[in-house]
């Protein structure tokens, strides 16, 4: 199926399912995720929802479309640029085809912990490179504090250095910032759609993948994988994107109010997300026997400093630590 095919279908659909409760409002807004209904972010979603309503007394209808019902990421932000009424929760890699800028939120061991990223995606920094994206692609974030978690590796082979790594195909995000860190780490970069990752791994397609623990339990990856290395090169920080040509026909104090309910929520689904990690690490140990193992992270954090230089990331960088440090 072609690209532009694929757009105007998921557009179908997001118009075909539109609700009772969308009928009664003026605006209807579909968010789509791929990820599923007990993760919690997907459980922010839900207060976004809910929100949304209250803030503008009903007039603005948010439905969530879990699973990548209406497409892949990319898929909805196409759709979202050309001017349908949805929105999708997705990393600044993938965005940063459109601003260059923002690859730096997806660069390895780019910060800490998430009070760091909250600095950064509510600084006048990442404003303007909101502004920016809205400008060249006609995105526009609603807000940008929906973190989910480090990504770790996922093998069936153990892993303590970058060497072991060496000819093992592993699934990661298709942007250049994910698929550059992964082959600096050692591996081989392979892109996939996420609900294509536990047949991947079952049917032999791919050696491996990495991911954040809600997702990867939510996708029982536990069930085709036997070790959880604690790598943490990506901190998965996620915005709520939609498109600026339907954003902007929205009443001011609409927009105010579903900007608002984005910020509220995405730190209500941080804080579910930093209480529930080691949770879901626990419950992929006690259900599949999973090996979920701590190691010394120097080596990759050496093998993949280069990135930086190598994407063009070094000023971006300066300007993040500047950021946290003010």
């Known amino acids: 199926?072609?690209?532009?095919?694929?757009?105007?279908l998921g557009s179908a659909l997001a118009?075909?399912?539109?609700?009772?409760?969308?009928?009664?409002?003026?605006?209807?807004?579909?968010?789509?995720?791929?990820?599923?209904?007990?993760?919690?972010?997907?459980?922010?979603?839900?207060?976004?929802?809910?929100?949304?309503?209250?803030?503008?007394?009903?007039?603005?209808?948010?439905?969530?479309?879990?699973?990548?019902?209406?497409?892949?990421?990319?898929?909805?932000l196409e759709q979202a640029r050309a001017g349908a009424n949805v929105a999708v929760i997705?990393?600044?890699?993938?965005?940063?085809?459109?601003?260059?800028?923002?690859?730096i939120l997806s660069a390895p061991y780019i910060v800490d912990n998430f009070s760091q990223m909250r600095q950064v995606v509510t600084s006048d920094l990442f404003e303007t490179w909101s502004e920016k994206l809205a400008n060249s692609s006609g995105h526009r974030i609603l807000s940008f504090n929906w973190y989910q978690g480090q990504?770790?590796?996922?093998?069936?082979k153990p892993i303590e250095t970058p060497e072991d790594l060496?000819?093992?195909?592993?699934?990661?995000?298709?942007?250049?910032?994910?698929?550059?860190?992964?082959?600096?780490?050692?591996?081989?970069p392979t892109?996939?759609?996420?609900?294509?990752?536990?047949?991947?791994?079952?049917?032999?397609?791919?050696?491996?993948?990495?991911g954040q623990s809600p997702a990867v339990y939510g996708a029982k990856l536990h069930e085709v994988a036997s070790y959880y290395t604690?790598?943490?090169?990506?901190?998965?920080?996620?915005?709520?994107?939609?498109?600026?040509?339907?954003?902007q026909q929205l009443p001011d104090e609409y927009q105010t109010a579903i900007r608002d309910a984005a910020l509220e929520a995405g730190d209500y689904a941080s804080q579910l997300t930093e209480e529930s990690l080691l949770v879901y690490e626990k419950k992929m140990h006690e259900e599949s026997g999973m090996n979920i193992v701590d190691i010394d992270v120097t080596p990759f954090k050496e093998a993949t400093e280069s990135v930086y230089k190598d994407l063009g990331l070094t000023e971006l960088r300066d300007q993040v630590r500047a950021v946290i440090q003010d």
């Open 90 to 103: 997705v990393d600044g890699g993938r965005l940063s085809e459109f601003a260059p800028e923002l690859a």
């Open 230 to 247: 604690k790598t943490g090169q990506f901190f998965l920080i996620t915005g709520l994107v939609t498109g600026d040509a339907w954003f």
């Open 15 to 76: 118009i075909a399912v539109s609700g009772s409760a969308a009928l009664s409002a003026s605006y209807q807004l579909n968010m789509s995720t791929a990820l599923t209904t007990d993760d919690p972010t997907y459980i922010g979603l839900e207060r976004f929802q809910e929100l949304v309503a209250e803030k503008t007394d009903g007039e603005v209808n948010v439905r969530i479309f879990p699973g990548s019902q209406l497409g892949t990421d990319e898929d909805v």
């Open 166 to 188: 060496q000819g093992v195909r592993l699934r990661t995000i298709g942007a250049p910032v994910f698929m550059e860190t992964i082959r600096q780490m050692g591996a081989t």
């Open 151 to 156: 990504r770790h590796l996922i093998t069936n």
């Open 1 to 8: 199926m072609n690209k532009l095919l694929k757009v105007a």
């Open 191 to 210: 892109p996939m759609g996420w609900t294509e990752v536990y047949p991947g791994l079952q049917q032999g397609v791919i050696d491996a993948a990495e």
